[in-house]
């Protein structure tokens, strides 16, 4: 079992950053991929970024891609989400969310039905 605990959303301006933590229990975090996605008001949850087992990887949603870095710490057993200038469109709720299993040293995946466990979420709210 995986237990994640997201914290570090808050309010922004538009043009601000944030970062964002989520801190994983559970034996098979250092060899799952880890994804962060996001659900605004009245909207499907979507991917936002997603990074490998070791960190090697990572991928992003063509909306965040240059703006926001997602990085984890294994030794920490917590990932990251650094979000910069960030834009209104951005305010949602942000979930981490990691993998039951191993599936490839370079797997990063951007579908929700990839990913076993998932946290409580964090709310991101930018003003403009």
């Known amino acids: 079992q995986v237990h994640l605990v997201e914290t570090g959303g808050d309010s922004v301006q538009s043009g601000g950053s944030l970062r964002l933590s989520c801190a994983a229990s559970?034996?098979?975090?250092?060899?799952?991929?880890m994804g962060w996605f996001r659900q605004a008001p009245g909207k499907e949850r979507e991917f936002v970024a997603a990074?490998?087992?070791?960190?090697?990887?990572?991928d992003y949603a063509d909306s965040v891609k240059g703006r926001f870095t997602i990085s984890r710490d294994n030794a920490k057993r917590t990932v990251y989400l650094q979000m910069n200038s960030l834009q209104p469109e951005d305010t949602a709720v942000y979930y981490c969310?990691?993998?039951?299993?191993?599936?490839?040293?370079?797997?990063?995946?951007?579908?929700?039905?990839?990913?076993?466990?998932w946290g409580q979420g964090t709310q991101v709210t930018v003003s403009s």
């Open positions: 559970g034996r098979t975090f250092n060899i799952s991929p």
């Open positions: 969310a990691s993998v039951s299993g191993f599936g490839g040293t370079h797997w990063v995946p951007r579908s929700m039905n990839s990913y076993n466990y």
């Open positions: 990074i490998s087992m070791s960190g090697g990887s990572t």
